[in-house]
């Protein structure tokens, strides 16, 4: 009788490396959304079955880094806020009270980014309190470097880089940028650079509206804003 064997060490790490990959991707669906999410909506993130889908979450319970609530939605769990609060030095706690100021004070969405790569990570997202309608985006959106305004400020954190678009070095030179319809349709947004020591990675604030001028009257206290960062975050 013939006997079918494992596969080999390699086919072992390979479906190992999928099933780490897909729960990360999890983990991230959850962590983008405080108001919690499902589990069918987790495996549309993931890209895999609904069942597949509940191993992964369940796995994430277990450890704590997720809470399944009564609802049926899963949110955030006390492991997960260790885990960020580790975080370049808890670099969103840090920056959430001066991002919140600006955000109600401006009545515009504010958020945190860094470079990652050659992407850009939105660390915080902060909208005002009091307006009824706002631009908003998740925690952990990734965009390329090279498109918005938040892009261009941390490329102009950068060393210069061949090739790099006309509106790097001027950031550089002025302090800012404001782009339009980059990143989302119809939408400005402003930019400013967080200066850091090394090896902390290129960090900026923007600022987004349907309204230019709303990003230009706002301008200076963003400015302001990223000078005070910079001290804080060091």
Not at 141 to 157: F, H, I, K, Q, V
């Amino acid at each position: 009788m013939m006997s079918v064997k494992d596969g080999g060490p390699a086919e072992r790490v390979a479906a190992g490396s999928q099933t780490l990959a897909r729960g990360l991707s999890a983990l991230q669906a959850v962590a983008s959304s405080p108001a919690g999410i499902t589990a069918q909506q987790v495996a549309e993130h993931v890209g895999v079955h609904r069942t597949i889908a509940y191993r992964l979450l369940s796995t994430l319970a277990q450890q704590r880094f997720i809470v399944k609530a009564e609802d049926g939605r899963y949110r955030p769990a006390a492991a997960l806020a260790v885990l960020g609060a580790s975080f370049d030095n808890n670099l969103r706690a840090l920056s959430v009270p001066t991002l919140r100021t600006l955000a109600d004070d401006l009545g515009a969405t504010v958020s945190l980014l860094v470079a990652e790569g050659d992407q850009q990570v939105a660390v915080a997202v902060i909208v005002p309190t009091l307006v009824f309608y706002q631009l908003s985006f998740h925690e952990g959106s990734r965009y390329p470097l090279e498109r918005g305004s938040a892009g261009l400020a941390l490329l102009a954190s950068m060393p210069p880089r061949p090739g790099e678009r006309d509106l790097v070095p001027q950031t550089r030179e002025q302090g800012w940028v404001i782009t339009h319809g980059e990143v989302e349709p119809d939408t400005y947004g402003l930019a400013v650079p967080v200066r850091r020591k090394p090896p902390s990675p290129p960090t900026c604030i923007n600022l987004i509206s349907h309204r230019q001028d709303v990003l230009i009257e706002g301008r200076d206290a963003v400015i302001a804003a990223a000078r005070q960062l910079s001290n804080i975050l060091g």
